[in-house]
């Protein structure tokens, strides 16, 4: 994805500084209580502005630094190449999840989206 595809405001001028979108993101994704999630298009209604693709291309660039297991994709299915340390804290936090079918081909469990996904109504802890 190329930096044209994100709204105006996320192109940098500067490298070095964080573009005000994506701290709008970031300031969401650390709202997400523990044991819930928010999807891409979620956090992009949420702000009214972007959608699931810019919040996607902001996590995978700046998302390192708030818990970004908690932003999923709408379906449920764990971040490709992060399963596992997505899956532990999970379970640490206590998310519910789905177990895989049979017919799964990683056999991964899936986030429960139904009973983890959180609407951005509640107050989360530690934020006005």
Request: glycine letters at 10%; aromatic letters at 6%.
């Amino acid at each position: 994805m190329s930096e044209e595809s994100l709204p105006d405001e996320v192109r940098a001028e500067h490298a070095d500084a964080l573009p005000e979108y994506a701290e709008r993101v970031l300031d969401v994704a650390e709202r997400i209580p523990s044991g819930r999630v928010m999807t891409y298009g979620d956090i992009a209604e949420w702000l009214e502005e972007g959608g699931p693709r810019q919040v996607g291309r902001v996590m995978s660039l700046y998302g390192g630094v708030v818990p970004w297991w908690r932003v999923v994709r709408a379906d449920g299915v764990l971040l490709p190449g992060h399963e596992l340390e997505a899956l532990g804290r999970y379970r640490t936090e206590g998310t519910p999840l789905k177990e895989a079918s049979r017919a799964a081909e990683d056999h991964q469990p899936r986030v429960d989206m139904r009973r983890a996904r959180w609407d951005g109504g509640e107050r989360a802890e530690g934020h006005d």
